[in-house]
C-alpha cells in the first residue's frame, strides 16, 4: 500500500501561480512513476503531467505545457506541480498519482486531492 498526501492548493487569480506537492508514503520502493491528475465536476478525470523515476522523464497534458512544470525527488518520493499563468479553466480538484510501472488512467494508487481555485 502507497498513501499519497497532496498539499497546497488554493484560491489563486488568473495570471498566478501555485505549487501543490505530493508526498508519497508506505510501500514507495515499488513506485516508478508519479504525477498529476485533475478533476472538474461533471468531467472526466484528466492527466495533467508526470514524471517517470525510471526513465527520467516527465511529460505533460497540452493545454499545461509552458505553464505547469513537474519536478521531484525520487528517493523522497515526492513530486511537485509549479504552477503559473494559471486560468480560470485550470480550476479543479489535482490529484496525485502513482504507479509500479508508468501512469495510465487508472494509476495503482492516488491522493485525496487538493482543490485549486482560479477566480476569473
Known amino acids: 500500500q502507497v498513501q499519497l498526501v497532496e498539499s497546497g492548493g488554493g484560491l489563486v487569480q488568473v495570471g498566478g501561480s501555485l505549487r501543490l506537492s505530493c508526498a508519497a508514503s508506505g510501500r514507495t520502493f515499488t513506485v516508478n512513476a508519479m504525477g498529476w491528475f485533475r478533476q472538474t465536476p461533471g468531467k472526466e478525470r484528466e492527466f495533467v503531467g508526470g514524471i517517470s523515476w525510471r526513465y527520467g522523464t516527465t511529460n505533460y497534458e497540452d493545454s499545461v505545457k509552458g505553464r505547469f512544470t513537474i519536478s521531484g525527488d525520487s528517493a523522497k518520493n515526492t513530486v511537485y506541480l509549479q504552477m503559473s499563468s494559471l486560468k480560470p479553466e485550470d480550476t479543479a480538484v489535482y490529484y496525485c498519482?502513482?504507479?509500479?510501472?508508468?501512469?495510465?488512467?487508472?494509476?495503482?494508487?492516488w491522493g485525496q486531492g487538493t482543490q485549486v481555485t482560479v477566480s476569473s
Open positions: 498519482a502513482a504507479d509500479r510501472i508508468r501512469l495510465s488512467k487508472t494509476p495503482d494508487y
